[in-house]
């Protein structure tokens, strides 16, 4: 079981930047699939970013490609989302989950098994 829990959320302005982590527990952090998801009021969860086990695959949901970067280091059993130029639709409760072993990425909510409580990103207009 690599169970997350997230930090580093907040309010920012529009165009500001703003870095999330995701702390995991359990020896085996490094063979599990991580991603973010985000949720914002009213609307359903949807994918942000997800990373394969080494790091060496990462995939954008479109509207945030090229601003978020999706990042690892398994010898702190940490994921990283950084978010630049950030805007007001990026409002929402960020949620770090864990994802299969030995995968590879994945979008679909319904392949992550653990769940964080959610770190909410508030951006100002």
């Known amino acids: 079981q690599v169970q997350p829990v997230e930090s580093g959320g907040g309010l920012v302005q529009a165009g500001g930047s703003l870095r999330l982590s995701c702390a995991a527990s359990?020896?085996?952090?490094?063979?599990?699939?991580m991603g973010w998801f985000r949720q914002a009021p009213g609307k359903e969860r949807e994918f942000v970013a997800t990373?394969?086990?080494?790091?060496?695959?990462?995939r954008y949901a479109d509207p945030v490609k090229g601003r978020f970067t999706i990042a690892r280091d398994n010898a702190k059993n940490t994921v990283y989302l950084q978010m630049n130029s950030l805007k007001p639709e990026d409002t929402a409760v960020y949620y770090c989950?864990?994802?299969?072993?030995?995968?590879?990425?994945?979008?679909?909510?319904?392949?992550?098994?653990?769940w964080g409580q959610g770190t909410q990103v508030i951006v100002s207009s």
């Open positions: 359990g020896r085996t952090f490094s063979t599990y699939t």
């Open positions: 990373i394969s086990q080494s790091g060496g695959s990462t």
């Open positions: 989950a864990t994802g299969p072993q030995f995968g590879g990425t994945f979008i679909s909510p319904n392949s992550y098994n653990y």
